[in-house]
Structures are given as C-alpha cells and as structure tokens.
C-alpha cells in the first residue's frame, strides 16, 4: 500500500511557528530527530507499506526512510495535496484503489499501529475510512492533552490523523465532500453542507456514530466508515506548546 505523509505548513499563527524558525512545523526536533522522522520510522517498520510521498519537504537529506521516497510540493490545502497524492500514485500504481494519509505531527505511532490500521482496511470496501478515538482511550493514555470531542450518542470521540482514501473519491471533480474538508475552520458552512437536522441531532446526543457517519456520508455522496481505534497515538496531533512537552516526555521514556 502507497502512503502520503502530510509534512508541510509555515503558519505563522501556528503556536509552535516559533520554535519551527520558519521550516515546517514537522522538521521542529522532538525527542531528539524531526518529527516527521518518528512517522517515517513507523512507515519503515510497517511491511505493508511500499511508497511513501512526503508532501511538503524538499530537503530530504537529514531523514531516513527505507521505502521509495517521492516528493511533493506543499500545495497549500489539506484537500489540494490529497488530491496530488492520489493522482501520484494512481500514475505509478493504477491497479492499487486505495492510498493511506498520515499527518506528520503525530510522532507516537509506531509501525505494529500502521500495520494493524492497514489490516482494518482490507477489502477496501468504501471511499473514505476516517479514524475516531474514544476520549477514555485518550485521557488514559494522554491525560491532559485537551483534545476536541464531538459527542454522539454512544460516546465522546475525537478524529485521528491516520485514514485511508479512494484515489477514485479524492479525484472526482464533483465530491462534495471536498469542500467539506475546506470548511473545517468553518463550522457553520459545514453545517449548512451536512444539514441543520443531523447538525441537531449531533448536538443534542441523538444519533450514535454510525449514524451520523452515514447521514453525512449519504450528503456528500460517498461511501465512508468511521473507524473507532483503540490507538490514541493517532489522535494525539502535537499542536501547542504544552502537547509538545508531553509528546516529547512520552517518547524519551
């Protein structure tokens, strides 16, 4: 299986822009190496994995990654650079209908983590697989990490940065799911997308995660899975100061 790594971004809004001294926040060291380095570590570990695209990172020469290594430029949107990782590996690998995206700020997974999500995906029966992690299996592991939550009716979740797309899905022009994706800082527009009655009924705990997985599903004209995981190492995105010194403390142990 093809990978994306998500290793671009300068913002200087980002909280940990500073300490980045203008490179992308995933070449900030952490325990010791980039961050982006811990996920190709795991990448290097997981056998399933053939090519890996590392989007956003130009100057490759101080990391490691003992898979074929492509990479792509920073396009400037979540969306934009799924969407060029797709039609990469569509090029080179046209039978393959799946691709795996991996942020790079989740320096915790490990190679058994990606093998065992990859496992998940077998069959490769809908578009999207989006990963959800239960807020007990988070604060256990990462008490602290003050995560965002949406509450559904069988339980709090938090979504995880380690999912798995159909090239087909990322490439249709028509996917409306694409612009739901550019709305994410936009909560109000992505409502008035995914329609004020299931908005309701997540708020008010009414429908469970299936639930509200299909309906939005069935909006935006896809097939998708939300995958509940037992690993919060694909939740804990390092994001601010204080989730950084935690990561850091947990990999150095």
């Not at 939550?149 to 798995?164: A, T």
């Amino acid at each position: 299986m093809d990978v994306i790594i998500l290793a671009g971004g300068r913002s200087e809004e980002d909280p940990l822009a500073e300490m980045a001294h203008g490179k992308p926040k995933s070449m900030l060291p952490i325990a010791g190496k980039p961050m982006v380095q811990w996920v190709l570590d795991a990448v290097n570990q997981a056998t399933s994995i053939d090519t890996v695209a590392l989007i956003g990172i130009d100057e490759t020469k101080d990391l490691s990654c003992n898979k074929r290594l492509i990479t792509l430029p920073d396009l400037g949107s979540l969306m934009a650079n799924i969407q060029q990782g797709a039609q990469t590996f569509l090029d080179l690998h046209p039978l393959e209908t799946h691709i795996l995206s991996i942020s790079a700020d989740i320096p915790t997974i490990t190679g058994e983590i990606v093998e065992s999500m990859i496992k998940e995906y077998a069959g490769f029966k809908y578009d999207i697989y989006y990963s959800v992690v239960e807020r007990e299996i988070m604060e256990k592991r990462f008490p602290g990490s003050k995560r965002t939550y949406i509450k559904v009716k069988d339980g709090e979740i938090c979504g995880g940065d380690l999912n798995c797309y159909s090239k087909r899905a990322a490439l249709d022009p028509k996917a409306l799911w694409k612009e739901l994706i550019r709305l994410r800082k936009n909560p109000l527009k992505q409502a008035a997308m995914i329609g004020i009655d299931t908005l309701v009924l997540l708020q008010m705990g009414k429908l469970t995660l299936d639930q509200a997985a299909e309906r939005v599903c069935r909006r935006m004209g896809i097939t998708g899975k939300a995958l509940r995981v037992p690993y919060a190492e694909i939740g804990m995105d390092v994001d601010k100061l204080f989730q950084f010194d935690m990561v850091e403390a947990d990999l150095l142990r």
